[in-house]
């Protein structure tokens, strides 16, 4: 039986046409990798949600982020690329809470298509409300706070452990571990906020992504523009903001990696004041570059714990030179 098989599969090999073997022998290398990559895939929208994907699927998945280092989700459009990547994933995690703009709208209306959202576990009562007059909405800058971050990653943890249930040891044995790191980064962050002066704890960045932030390490937050980078500042917010700056003797401005610079650096140069180090805000950093957190440990910077290692340093760096 398995002769004749064998001798059938001969013939047809004798008999393909020579046209198709060349087509065979000129298909592009990321095709066939393509072909043979049969993994569970995964399209992530930010960085910060790509992280948590990573880390707790492993090598078990696909993971394919639509978002890199420096792109700002609120003007994120997605591209042709894009919507054939979400057309043939088998599951696409976005962060939610109107991070993404029109992006997560155009997911949740796709027919055919398992999405979760990160955010969508976390209890109302612990989402701060954006402070615009004209709109309501809760703020979505939620991985600046260590304690909601975890409970998005244990969330995530529990939803990706039911659609892999052959993996599900393995996630829930990555979550303790991801848990773990986060709270040691969040105390050794603690600890250092705690040791600087009460009067110099004031952040003053470009758009309103720290709130989060201020709130779990008691620091004030002022931005120039609002919770979302569509609308610019206007006038009035630069004049409140320079006037702000001179009563405070605010010493230090921050620009963040994925918003433009320029009206702070304006600002900054009216006031004589200096511009801290570049802080991840909206993204996560590249891959390449890394900060020593707790214990003397390197974490990269396209990882939580190394945006998170990075942030705090530069900002105590700024704040209190
Ligand atoms: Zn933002």
New binding site residues.
């Given amino acids: 039986m398995y002769t004749h098989i064998k001798l059938s599969v001969l013939v047809v090999i004798r008999l393909l046409p020579l046209s198709l073997i060349l087509y065979l022998g000129c298909t592009k290398p990321a095709e066939i990798e393509k072909l043979k990559d049969e993994k569970f895939s995964i399209v992530t929208t930010t960085t910060q949600v790509t992280d948590l994907v990573r880390r707790l699927t492993g090598d078990n998945c696909r993971v394919i982020s639509l978002m890199g280092p420096g792109v700002d989700p ?1 003007l994120y459009k997605p591209t042709a690329r894009d919507m054939t990547a979400i057309s043939s994933a088998d599951l696409v995690i976005y962060h939610g809470l109107k991070l993404e703009g029109k992006l997560a709208a155009t997911l949740r209306k796709a027919k055919d298509l398992k999405v979760y959202s990160v955010c969508s576990v976390i209890p109302q009562g612990n989402l701060l409300q954006s402070k615009e007059s004209d709109v309501n909405y809760p703020d979505p ?1 939620v991985w600046f706070s260590p304690s909601i971050w975890i409970q998005c990653m244990n969330g995530l943890a529990k939803f990706l452990a039911k659609e892999l249930p052959v993996n599900e040891t393995e996630i829930f044995k990555k979550a303790h571990v991801i848990e773990k790191e986060f709270l040691d980064v969040a105390a050794w962050a603690k600890k250092q906020f705690n040791d600087l002066p009460l009067n110099k704890r004031i952040l003053i960045t470009s ?1 309103d ?1 720290f709130r989060y932030l201020g709130d779990f390490f008691g620091l004030k937050v002022i931005a120039l523009q609002g ?3 569509v609308q610019e500042a206007g006038l009035g917010d630069r004049t409140n903001l320079v006037d702000y700056i001179n009563r405070n003797k605010i010493s230090c401005l921050f620009v963040e990696s994925s918003v433009n610079p320029k009206a702070l650096e304006e600002i900054a140069k009216e006031t004589g004041i200096s511009i801290g180090k570049p802080l991840f ?2 993204a996560l950093g590249s891959v390449e570059n890394s900060s020593i957190g707790p214990a003397r440990k390197s974490f990269s910077h396209d990882t939580w714990s190394g945006m998170m290692a990075y942030n705090v340093r530069s900002i105590i760096d700024g704040l209190d030179p």
Avoid: E, K
Wanted: proline letters at 0%.
């Fill in positions: 609120h800058h758009h992504a919770i979302s980078t805000s909206d």
